[in-house]
């Protein structure tokens, strides 16, 4: 008996040793708040791999989150930036703890999770607030007889920049703009509907995206993107389209793989099959979509030569994740490199921005004239 309690309290000790030890001292540098219509999330910047307690508090609802043996070094946000979730977020110091305090505008579900670095990013704690009455979303109307639906989606997002151009241009706000003025376009053409999977600077994680365009029986989507590359003179206009058997380059093989870590990236809590984003795609399903997808690539990319110079050869192929929608014609467009000071002034001026779009725009009207998507549904004439 008194051995096993020995033994227990010896347990014990080398418990308390051990958790001692995994016990680090971070600082909290940062705090970012994005908000999207499905959640806010809040992001702390760590100077390395931090413990923490988390827990909520009812009347007011409250969130609380403590870190033991760290030093807040930032600034709190500006309520402007907090969203309709959050109403304050607050700090205080107790001994060798900091506590943050966040004050909620009604009850949410929260999560939280821990990043390690990638990219630009060190450590970060993300904190995701969703609305808890799943208030009945604002459902986009549902399609009608003859309507052709095109989604467009603006790559990256929130707290995933994407390229950053040489004079500091962000892939995430160029590719919004190019794809708001391309929905307006679009949508002027009778019998076409264009929908954004995304309106304002939030990150929609990459299974979500053809999620959007399978939820609104999507006849197409059209990820806008532009690249970013170590060589400064690289340039030109590129067209993607989804593979099944490896990538047509060795270009569009790095590619889809930097497109792919977005959701590391923008700091999704991903499961391990999110995580497989090299899944290999053997439903044949698919080879009609990219059949598909390869014409209307092309048309799309024929168009582009009227902007400016095409880098590489015809449509290229590689496995994007954002590209898998089943059945869903889908493309990804590299507008031009960021990278190069000449292309990223150009991308930069609204009157270029408005001849790429135009060409999108023209490739996809042809394509829909063309393929006109299940002939009972669908009157190649209502498109004028
Ligand atoms: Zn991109």
């Known amino acids: 008996m008194h051995r096993i309690r020995f033994l227990l309290s010896a347990f014990a000790a080398l418990f308390l040793l051990l958790s001692g030890f995994n016990a680090i001292a971070a600082n909290i540098n940062d705090i970012r708040v994005w908000n999207s219509p499905d959640r806010t999330r809040i992001v702390f910047d760590l100077s390395g791999p931090v413990e923490y307690k988390f827990f909520e508090l009812k009347n007011p609802n409250r969130i609380v989150i403590d870190f033991s043996d760290s030093k807040f070094t930032g600034l709190l946000p500006k309520s402007g930036e907090l969203g309709n979730r959050v109403s304050k977020i607050r700090t ?48 986009k109307p549902k399609k009608v007889d003859d309507e052709f639906i095109v989604v467009i989606d603006a790559g990256h997002g929130g707290e995933d920049p994407g390229a950053v151009g040489a004079a500091k241009t962000l892939e995430k706000h160029l590719v919004l703009k ?53 060589k400064r003179s690289a340039n030109g206009i590129s067209v993607f389209a989804l593979s099944q058997h490896g990538a047509t380059s060795e270009r569009a093989r790095v590619l889809a793989q930097k497109e792919n870590s977005a959701d590391f990236v923008a700091g999704e809590n991903l499961s391990q099959k999110d995580r497989d984003v090299a899944e290999t795609v053997v439903d044949l399903s698919y080879q009609g979509q990219i059949g598909r997808s390869v014409a209307l690539g092309s048309m799309v990319r024929t168009r582009l030569s009227r902007v400016g110079r095409l880098h590489g050869h015809g449509v290229e192929q590689a496995g994007f994740a954002v590209l898998k929608a089943p059945n869903i014609p889908s493309i990804l467009v590299e507008v031009g490199f960021i990278s190069n000071p000449k292309e990223e002034r150009s991308l930069n001026k609204k009157s270029y921005q408005k001849k790429i779009v135009k060409e999108i725009a023209t490739g996809v009207v042809q394509y829909a004239k063309k393929y006109p998507w299940g002939q009972e549904r669908w009157r190649t004439s209502s498109i004028q």
């Open 92 to 139: 205080g110091k107790h001994d060798d703890l900091i506590r943050f305090v966040i004050d909620l505008k009604s009850t949410v579900r929260a999560e939280h999770f821990t990043l390690i670095p990638i990219e630009n990013y060190g450590d970060r704690l993300v904190l995701d607030l969703y609305a808890k009455l799943a208030k009945k979303q604002k459902s």
């Open 178 to 230: 190019i794809a708001k003025q391309l929905q307006k376009e679009l949508n002027k053409v009778k019998g076409i509907r264009a929908e954004l999977t995304r309106k304002g600077d939030y990150y929609i994680p990459l299974r979500k995206r053809r999620k959007i365009a399978a939820d609104l029986n999507a006849d197409l989507f059209v990820s806008i993107h532009a690249d970013a590359f170590t």
